[in-house]
């Protein structure tokens, strides 16, 4: 019987020895080659370490839902913003487009694994199938989702983008104050950092190699 037990508590020792590699390789793999300070000079505020975040699923167009699967796999940069944002988010959405043609002459492969997204903190004035048309006009290839305040509240605190509506709802013309960051989310699915404003396509597109070869 003693026999039988040792040979349990040795057996669920590894196990849990075999969960903490595998969790400490899950991180400590993406460090290797990645250098922060030149990630910054070309735009990119890396993490040490990544961050897991709960993600409800979000609405898009055609009753599609957006959900962490979409995560997974590929490099992903999320922009907080609305359609009827007056000069930031055309702007960053431009930016965002011209990385796109900068990765696809560079390096199409990785330009492959990079996905733009477009999160509405408007979900009164900015329905999935506005959201797509609207992003769609900077490149086809981009998405647009929303979802309910709450929801998207959650999402944002965790995420470290601040939003707030200005004005009356009731008026069609009211603004909604943002953070002008676009967060990147790494191929598991986890918050890794962000693209920092002033953007330069082309300083991001050598950055977003260098991630991605490196990671």
């Known amino acids: 019987m003693k026999q039988g037990v040792r040979n349990t508590v040795i057996v669920l020792v590894l196990v849990v020895l075999g969960v903490i590699g595998l969790t400490v390789n899950k991180y400590t793999s993406t460090k290797a080659g990645i250098d922060k300070e030149a990630l910054r000079e070309l735009g990119v505020v890396w993490y040490e370490t990544p961050r897991t975040f709960a993600f409800n699923p979000l609405s898009m167009a055609e009753g599609k839902t ?15 913003g609305f359609t009827f944002c007056p000069d930031i988010c055309p702007a960053a959405l ?3 487009a011209q990385l796109k043609k900068e990765l696809k002459v560079l390096n199409p492969q990785v330009a492959d694994r990079v996905d733009v997204v477009l999160v509405s903190v408007d979900p009164n004035r900015d329905n999935p199938e506005k959201l797509t048309g609207y992003v769609n006009f900077f490149d086809p290839e981009f998405k647009g989702a929303t979802s309910d305040p709450a929801n998207l509240k959650a999402l944002t605190q965790q995420l470290n983008v601040a939003f707030e509506i200005v004005g009356d709802t009731s008026s069609a013309d009211y603004l909604v104050e943002h953070s002008a ?28 190699i260098q991630v991605d070869q490196n990671f």
Request: net charge positive; hydrophobic share 50%.
């Open 66 to 80: 957006f959900t962490h699967e979409h995560l997974k796999d590929r490099w992903t940069l999320m922009y907080f």
């Open 94 to 96: 431009a930016h965002m």
């Open 181 to 208: 960051q676009v967060v990147l989310i790494n191929p598991m699915g986890d918050y890794q950092g962000f693209l920092k404003p002033p953007f330069k396509a082309a300083d991001l597109a050598k950055a977003m």
